[in-house]
Each structure stands twice: as structure tokens, then as C-alpha cells.
Nanobody, 119 residues
Framework: VQLQASGGGLVQAEGSLRLSCAVS????????MGWYRQAPGKQRELVAR???????NYADSVKGRFTISRDNVKNLVYLQMNSLKPEDTAVYYC??????????????WGQGTLVTVSS
């Protein structure tokens, strides 16, 4: 599938941003969708994930502040980020894990969107 992330930007600490990931080329409802992030000099890490049945999980560092959701009609995945902290600064990537008859198992990434949180 093709993933297009958007919504990043510069925000002050304690502010909010909403990231969007537009999904094309596949059925959103059949994928496990995730948001990952990579800060400078650090490894990419899982932020949040939503499964096809709607269950979610979050990194401990964002629990209670971030919310992942999906709109299977519009083929969009969102990450609502509240109470942002400077340590949330990173490039955020959208991810899709799924299976199709044509491709078999896949693990696709979007291009990333930069979130910068100033103190």
C-alpha cells in the first residue's frame, strides 16, 4: 500500500498536533496501522498501533497523551498528539502491516513528517 503522512510542524510544549496518514492501494481495514518515530541519533520506535478489530497499543512514553484512530471509509489513520513535550520531537512515520493475495505479507512505510516541539 502507499502511505502519505502529513500534519507535522512546529509547536510549543503542551501544544497539540494531529497527524494524518492517507492510505491507498489496499483496504485499510485489513491492515495493522502504526505510527513510529525517529529522533536524531536514535532508533525508530513504535509510538502507537491500531489493529483491524480496533484495539490499540501505545508506547509508555505517550500513553494518556496520544490517540491513534482510523477511518476505514476515508482510508485515513490519525495520531492525535496532546500535551506535547520537547522529547516528542522526531520524524513520524506511518506504517502498514498486512497480507494480500498478490503480494503476500508486507510491511510498508510512508515518507515521514517532522514534528518539532519547542520548550
Amino acid at each position: 500500500v502507499q502511505l502519505q503522512a502529513s500534519g507535522g510542524g512546529l509547536v510549543q510544549a503542551e501544544g497539540s498536533l494531529r497527524l494524518s496518514c492517507a492510505v491507498s492501494g489496499g483496504m485499510l481495514s485489513m491492515n495493522v496501522m502504526g505510527w513510529y518515530r525517529q529522533a536524531p541519533g536514535k532508533q525508530r520506535e513504535l509510538v502507537a498501533r491500531i489493529f483491524s478489530a480496533g484495539s490499540t497499543n501505545y508506547a509508555d512514553s505517550v500513553k494518556g497523551r496520544f490517540t491513534i484512530s482510523r477511518d476505514n471509509v476515508k482510508n485515513l489513520v490519525y495520531l492525535q498528539m496532546n500535551s506535547l513535550k520537547p522529547e516528542d520531537t522526531a520524524v513520524y512515520y506511518c506504517n502498514a502491516v498486512g497480507y494480500s493475495y498478490a503480494r503476500g505479507a508486507y510491511n510498508d512505510w510512508g515518507q515521514g513528517t517532522l514534528v518539532t516541539v519547542s520548550s
